[in-house]
């Protein structure tokens, strides 16, 4: 296993795309609209991320993604409450 960060336009697409794959055969599974998965990550249309810092990861198996996590520093947060946190 390997984990990799999201750099290329082809790796955030992999990384929106996971989860449909993932939980497909999940009948509890309600997915979200992929049009929203995309917005969610996109600075232009997410002004969430106009004050934050973030990476996207994937982790890979055998050239195959089997998982992903972002990783979020909110400078906002960070200025509120004068501590040095993140979220994930």
């Not at 600075?43 to 973030?54: A, F, M, W």
Request: hydrophobic content about 40%.
């Amino acid at each position: 296993m390997n984990i990799s960060p999201v750099v290329k336009k082809n790796d955030l697409h992999t990384f929106i795309n996971l989860p449909y794959t993932l939980y497909k055969d999940d009948p509890t599974w309600v997915a979200p609209l992929r049009s929203e998965a995309h917005v969610q990550f996109d600075p232009i249309k997410n002004p969430l991320l106009d004050h934050c810092e973030y990476q996207l990861f994937i982790l890979w198996e055998n050239n195959k993604p089997i998982g992903r996590i972002a990783a979020f520093i909110d400078t906002l947060a960070v200025d509120y409450w004068q501590e040095k946190i993140g979220l994930f």
